[in-house]
């Protein structure tokens, strides 16, 4: 089963709006990931994550690394009817353990 | 340049049948992942191929089983089908064993099991 708990598990917002949504884990992790999936496609890296306390931006997408290497959160800034889609957490550790997902549905 | 492809798109099988899907990697890599997404889910690693060897496996049966062949490309076997095997197997290549962080994704083969 998941490993990762991830939330929340789905979102409706108004165009415009930011969204937030995190993932936390029993398990320390080196690298987390952050994933966005759309329908019938794989999913697509959004943001790497390589050191505990890091920052990392990629245009209107933020993601933070956990001081414990045992969460992370990514937000969305001014959110687009093209953000629409389920989106993953990911730790790598030995392997690589997903999320549930985050179903974000962006209202025009 | 060609992202990573699989094959068949779509694929309906029977309780007990045994299915092979394919994998062809992203130019340039060498290291080929399965990875099993039941409905609603999130992908869970299955096993990684890597020079022609399984190099790791996550927690499924013997019933799964791979192969990776001499130009990187890599099936996926499923003996003995249960219904709980339906889901979309995902194929994620990348370049050399330690950079599956930067892994990309097929669009996965979506099997369903009656």
């Known amino acids: 089963g998941q490993q990762l708990n991830q939330s929340p598990q789905s979102m409706f917002i108004q165009e415009g709006e930011d969204v937030s949504m995190n993932c936390t884990s029993s398990?320390?992790?080196?690298?987390w990931l952050w994933y966005k999936q759309e329908p019938g496609e794989g999913p697509v890296l959004l943001i790497a994550?390589?050191?505990?306390?890091e920052l990392t931006s990629n245009g209107r997408l933020t993601a933070q690394f956990g001081i414990t290497r045992k969460d992370s959160f990514l937000n969305i800034s001014a959110s687009i009817p093209s953000d629409v889609g389920i989106y993953f957490c990911?730790?790598?550790?030995?392997?690589?353990?997903f999320g549930a997902g985050t179903r974000l549905t962006v209202k025009p | 340049d060609a992202g990573v492809t699989q094959s068949p798109t779509h694929l309906i099988k029977t309780r007990g049948q045994q299915v092979t899907l394919r994998c062809s990697p992203k130019?340039?890599?060498?290291?080929v992942s399965w990875y099993q997404q039941a409905l609603g889910q999130g992908p869970q690693f299955i096993f990684q191929?890597?020079?022609?060897?399984?190099?790791q496996r996550g927690n499924f049966p013997d019933r799964f089983s791979g192969h990776q062949f001499p130009n990187y490309s890599s099936e996926l076997n499923v003996n003995a089908l249960l219904l709980g095997d339906s889901a979309l197997y995902l194929c994620?290549?990348?370049?050399?064993?330690?950079?599956?962080?930067?892994?990309?994704f097929g669009p996965g083969t979506r099997l369903t099991v009656l």
């Open positions: 994550l390589y050191k505990a306390g």
């Open positions: 130019s340039g890599h060498d290291t």
């Open positions: 398990s320390i992790f080196n690298t």
């Open positions: 191929y890597y020079e022609e060897e399984e190099r």
């Open positions: 994620a290549s990348s370049y050399e064993l330690v950079r599956t962080d930067t892994q990309y």
């Open positions: 990911a730790g790598q550790g030995n392997d690589m353990r």
